[in-house]
């Protein structure tokens, strides 16, 4: 490949899966600094995880007919680095000679790792691929951490005498489905929301400076609202934070306790301690990436089942409170 070629990337819809490309991203770009790096986000939210992403030429959210028809045929390679019919019409549109699709099941090896890989073996470089940093990028703004830290100082927060744990309560499947997660109808993927109260006074008990900062989308505000019924001195940042206010806030955080979904992901993309809860999905598929001493996953079939206890000890491993 010359060092002047124009490659475009289409990324998926998701936050987490988003994330994933994020290493893809930077390997083209370090591999080939000259060449024209362009990205199609398919949705805001996946717009919003690349914004102020340094190794992006061009960003484009959502393109219309028009934008695409403007774009057609000025690319010399396209990859999919997470196949979808929405991928598969937006490639249909750009006249493009070459697209590559990704698969998502080789031998249980992590998706961050496959669109890696799958970019590498499409780029020819002098970089190899054992060379490559094995980490996310996102890239948090003076303005979200100055945000964040307005949110927290209107919590009177003592940043300097309170411990505070990030919990994200739902996720991806729960607020598509509206569900609720009390109790025993809670989502495969989400821990009950009695178990994070149980948790939180707990951990309370240990040290009352302890407060939780309660994280999540718009649909998830009836479970903030719970928390905060028995939690009176947790924080409710519930559809007050963007992307990269989330990765912001993982900067005043003594630790985030998080199930498989997106903002697991953004956490990954900091140095924060990690408490990951996984029900039946795969950790070495959709995991903590990469595996790190600071990063637990604790793991049950039945994620309703995963003792308080058992969360508490892991909590407490990052804490520094005996």
């Known amino acids: 490949m010359s060092q002047t070629r124009k490659i475009l990337i289409i990324t998926p819809k998701r936050l987490g899966d988003t994330v994933f490309t994020t290493p893809a991203i930077r390997f083209i770009k370090q591999a080939y600094p000259n060449s024209q790096l362009d990205v199609i986000a398919l949705s805001k939210l996946s717009g919003d995880t690349l914004r102020h992403n340094p190794y992006i030429d061009n960003l484009i959210v959502t393109p219309d007919q028009i934008v695409l028809e403007s774009l057609a045929g000025k690319y010399e390679l396209g990859l999919d680095l997470y196949?979808?019919?929405?991928?598969?019409?937006?490639?249909?549109?750009?006249n493009i000679d070459k697209s590559h699709h990704f698969a998502i099941d080789i031998h249980g090896q992590h998706q961050?790792?496959?669109?890696?890989?799958?970019t590498a073996?499409?780029?020819?470089?002098?970089?190899?691929?054992?060379?490559?940093e094995k980490r996310y990028d996102i890239f948090p703004q003076p303005e979200n951490v100055e945000k964040v830290k307005n949110l927290l100082e209107r919590e009177h927060v003592d940043l300097h005498s309170?411990?505070?744990?990030?919990?994200?309560?739902?996720?991806?499947?729960?607020?598509?489905?509206?569900?609720r997660i009390w109790g025993r109808a809670s989502h495969k993927k989400a821990w009950p929301i009695k178990n994070?109260?149980?948790?939180?006074?707990?951990?309370?008990?240990?040290?009352?400076?302890?407060?939780?900062?309660?994280?999540?989308?718009?649909?998830?505000?009836?479970?903030?609202e719970k928390i905060m019924k028995?939690?009176?001195?947790?924080?409710?940042?519930?559809?007050k934070t963007s992307v990269l206010d989330l990765a912001a806030l993982m900067k005043f955080l003594k630790?985030?306790?998080?199930p498989d979904t997106g903002a697991m992901h953004v956490a990954c993309a900091t140095d924060v301690n990690l408490v990951a809860l996984f029900g039946k999905t795969s950790p070495q598929l959709t995991g903590p990436f990469p595996e790190k001493e600071n990063r637990i996953v604790l793991r049950q079939q039945d994620l309703s089942?995963?003792?308080?206890?058992?969360?508490?000890?892991?909590?407490?491993?990052f804490l520094e409170i005996y």
């Open 196 to 224: 994070y109260i149980k948790l939180e006074h707990k951990l309370k008990k240990i040290n009352p400076n302890i407060r939780f900062v309660i994280t999540g989308s718009k649909e998830e505000k009836s479970l903030g």
């Open 162 to 179: 309170e411990l505070l744990i990030g919990c994200h309560l739902g996720c991806h499947g729960l607020t598509k489905k509206r569900s």
């Open 112 to 118: 961050a790792l496959q669109a890696l890989t799958f």
């Open 255 to 258: 630790l985030y306790l998080c």
């Open 121 to 132: 073996s499409h780029i020819s470089s002098k970089i190899m691929l054992s060379d490559t």
């Open 305 to 317: 089942k995963l003792p308080v206890q058992q969360v508490a000890e892991a909590c407490l491993k």
């Open 230 to 239: 028995r939690c009176p001195t947790a924080i409710n940042l519930i559809d």
């Open 83 to 94: 196949h979808s019919e929405a991928s598969d019409e937006t490639f249909s549109k750009l």
